[in-house]
């Protein structure tokens, strides 16, 4: 079934004005969607406020059987919702498959951790009174989300908020409204009660944000996309005093020590950084070898990146996708031919792949210098500029000197070297030997620049629970 046909969406699509949505590898349009106003959004705000106490007065396990039919419905659609994704966002259809595994995976997660939203009763410090600590949830939240994962980074905010007992309004990118909206009639089906997820779709972000982030009756704000959007909905949220988090920018290094296994290493190299086509906020930015294996590593990397099929995601056997848009091969244009003008070799691409629209190929980049603009630029696209280094204290500290931390990796295989690297990296996630490590049972988020709070896992509950204090006097 195309994506262009598929009945999740039906009922959303507008023959009129709105905004429209457009496939990045064949520039075709696919859909247009609603253009919510400020007035709906405020109705939606008021519809999420309505609906929550009832929702927060359900059982977790009753909320869990909600969530529960959620995920099932989204796994019976996986192809489906993978064609959305691919359609409106590019990625090779294995990755968008993969996508909504993984989206589908906070659901079925959070359905259960939400049971275990405990408090605790503290040794008082009255013997005529007692200390009883409770979880409550924050109130109605509201989500802004990128279009990278368009799935994903929509499931792992709503899951944990709805089992916490928390409404969610969502305004998704622009570029990916479709899965987002196909989600939202999925947890429709399932049970979940009208005004509790609700997806608005808008061409005018700055516009709408402004509402998520300043609205009295919005409890929180959660962020998925870059640090400078982050910074803006912070300031706005300031006014409100209202709950964050935030999944903002990574400038992510991945370091290969001597003793690393080479193999592995490069498998780990190619997971991290093609992935998307070099689009997530995790992707490897900054590869650092060690001299003694720099040579063999830049060799055997690049034959694996040569490999790389480029083309449209749809086409059985494409690896890296179309980039999201012309702006962006603008911008991964600009970073490889300025890196080259000051002396780094482009020892596989290094230019559009020659296609026609927004694809480029899979770029190794070799004799790059730590001045270069691409060693502190989010790149973002499929380009790995590969740094020299000697010894490990001088490799971390190169890592370790940008103003983001969200993800790093490192092969070695000394353990006393594993230690002390993993512990000296200012991120808030290390790879060590793993080029992957998204997963819902492990806390996801980042340090400095790079945000506030944690997605996934138990932490990812906590996010949108209240911690409240009882005193409970005069025994
Ligand atoms: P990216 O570079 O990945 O597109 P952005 O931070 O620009 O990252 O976008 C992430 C999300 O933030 C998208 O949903 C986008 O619409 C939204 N966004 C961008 N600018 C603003 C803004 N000024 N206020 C609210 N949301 C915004």
Redesign the pocket.
């Given at each position: 079934m195309s994506a262009a046909s598929t009945p999740l969406l039906d009922e959303y699509r507008l023959d009129g004005d709105g905004l429209e949505v457009q496939n990045p590898a064949s520039g075709d349009h696919v859909a247009t969607v609603k253009d919510y106003s400020v007035d709906e959004v405020e109705a939606a705000i008021a519809a999420a406020k309505a609906a929550m106490p009832a929702w927060a007065a359900r059982t977790a396990k009753d909320r869990a059987g909600v969530l529960r039919r959620w995920f099932t419905l989204i796994m019976d659609h996986q192809e489906d919702l993978a064609q959305l994704v691919t359609a409106e966002c590019g990625k090779p259809l294995a990755e968008s498959r993969g996508e909504v595994a993984y989206g589908a995976s906070f659901v079925e997660w959070f359905a259960e951790e939400g049971k275990r939203a405990y408090g605790e009763v503290i040794p008082t410090h009255n013997p005529a009174a007692r200390i009883v600590v409770v979880k409550q949830p924050v109130g109605v939240v509201s989500a802004?989300?990128?279009?990278?994962f368009p799935v994903a980074m929509i499931t792992r905010k709503a899951a944990p908020a709805l089992a916490a007992g928390c409404p969610m309004i969502v305004?998704?990118?622009?570029?990916t409204p479709l899965s987002a909206l196909a989600i939202e009639k999925l947890a429709l089906d399932a049970g979940l009660p009208e005004g509790l997820f609700k997806i608005v779709t808008?061409r005018e972000?700055?516009?709408?944000?402004?509402v998520?982030?300043t609205h009295p009756d919005i409890r929180k704000i959660s962020?998925?996309?870059?640090?400078?959007?982050?910074k803006?909905?912070m300031r706005?949220a300031a006014g409100t005093v209202k709950r964050t988090s935030m999944e903002?920018?990574g400038n992510a290094p991945f370091i290969v020590f001597d003793d690393a296994d080479l193999d592995k290493a490069v498998a780990g190299a190619i997971a991290s950084k093609y992935r998307n086509a070099g689009?997530t906020?995790v992707c490897a930015n900054r590869f650092y070898v060690q001299s003694g294996i720099y040579d063999a590593f830049v060799t055997k990397f690049s034959e694996a990146v040569a490999a790389l099929k480029v083309g449209d995601g749809v086409v059985d056997g494409t690896d890296v996708g179309p980039l999201?848009n012309s702006a962006a091969m603008e911008k991964v244009s600009g970073l490889v031919k300025s890196a080259m003008n000051a002396g780094a070799d482009a020892i596989v691409g290094g230019a559009p792949a020659g296609i026609g629209g927004n694809f480029y190929q899979p770029t190794v980049l070799a004799n790059t210098t730590p001045d270069m603009e691409i060693s502190s630029a989010e790149i973002?696209g499929p380009v790995a500029p590969v740094f020299k280094f000697e010894d490990e204290a001088d490799v971390i500290a190169l890592a370790n000197s940008t103003p983001y931390g969200l993800a790093a990796y490192f092969y070695a295989r000394d353990l006393g070297r594993v230690w002390r690297v993993a512990e000296a990296l200012e991120y808030g996630m290390v790879g060590v030997n793993e080029g992957i490590l998204s997963t819902e049972v492990a806390p996801f988020g980042g340090v400095k620049e790079s945000g506030i709070g944690r997605e996934g896992a138990r932490q990812g509950l906590d996010e949108y629970l209240e911690t409240k204090y009882m005193l409970m006097g005069g025994l």
């Amino acid at each position: 079934m195309s994506a262009a046909s598929t009945p999740l969406l039906d009922e959303y699509r507008l023959d009129g004005d709105g905004l429209e949505v457009q496939n990045p590898a064949s520039g075709d349009h696919v859909a247009t969607v609603k253009d919510y106003s400020v007035d709906e959004v405020e109705a939606a705000i008021a519809a999420a406020k309505a609906a929550m106490p009832a929702w927060a007065a359900r059982t977790a396990k009753d909320r869990a059987g909600v969530l529960r039919r959620w995920f099932t419905l989204i796994m019976d659609h996986q192809e489906d919702l993978a064609q959305l994704v691919t359609a409106e966002c590019g990625k090779p259809l294995a990755e968008s498959r993969g996508e909504v595994a993984y989206g589908a995976s906070f659901v079925e997660w959070f359905a259960e951790e939400g049971k275990r939203a405990y408090g605790e009763v503290i040794p008082t410090h009255n013997p005529a009174a007692r200390i009883v600590v409770v979880k409550q949830p924050v109130g109605v939240v509201s989500a802004i989300t990128p279009w990278n994962f368009p799935v994903a980074m929509i499931t792992r905010k709503a899951a944990p908020a709805l089992a916490a007992g928390c409404p969610m309004i969502v305004k998704p990118a622009e570029a990916t409204p479709l899965s987002a909206l196909a989600i939202e009639k999925l947890a429709l089906d399932a049970g979940l009660p009208e005004g509790l997820f609700k997806i608005v779709t808008t061409r005018e972000p700055a516009k709408i944000g402004e509402v998520l982030t300043t609205h009295p009756d919005i409890r929180k704000i959660s962020f998925t996309g870059s640090t400078a959007v982050g910074k803006i909905l912070m300031r706005q949220a300031a006014g409100t005093v209202k709950r964050t988090s935030m999944e903002l920018g990574g400038n992510a290094p991945f370091i290969v020590f001597d003793d690393a296994d080479l193999d592995k290493a490069v498998a780990g190299a190619i997971a991290s950084k093609y992935r998307n086509a070099g689009q997530t906020c995790v992707c490897a930015n900054r590869f650092y070898v060690q001299s003694g294996i720099y040579d063999a590593f830049v060799t055997k990397f690049s034959e694996a990146v040569a490999a790389l099929k480029v083309g449209d995601g749809v086409v059985d056997g494409t690896d890296v996708g179309p980039l999201i848009n012309s702006a962006a091969m603008e911008k991964v244009s600009g970073l490889v031919k300025s890196a080259m003008n000051a002396g780094a070799d482009a020892i596989v691409g290094g230019a559009p792949a020659g296609i026609g629209g927004n694809f480029y190929q899979p770029t190794v980049l070799a004799n790059t210098t730590p001045d270069m603009e691409i060693s502190s630029a989010e790149i973002f696209g499929p380009v790995a500029p590969v740094f020299k280094f000697e010894d490990e204290a001088d490799v971390i500290a190169l890592a370790n000197s940008t103003p983001y931390g969200l993800a790093a990796y490192f092969y070695a295989r000394d353990l006393g070297r594993v230690w002390r690297v993993a512990e000296a990296l200012e991120y808030g996630m290390v790879g060590v030997n793993e080029g992957i490590l998204s997963t819902e049972v492990a806390p996801f988020g980042g340090v400095k620049e790079s945000g506030i709070g944690r997605e996934g896992a138990r932490q990812g509950l906590d996010e949108y629970l209240e911690t409240k204090y009882m005193l409970m006097g005069g025994l």
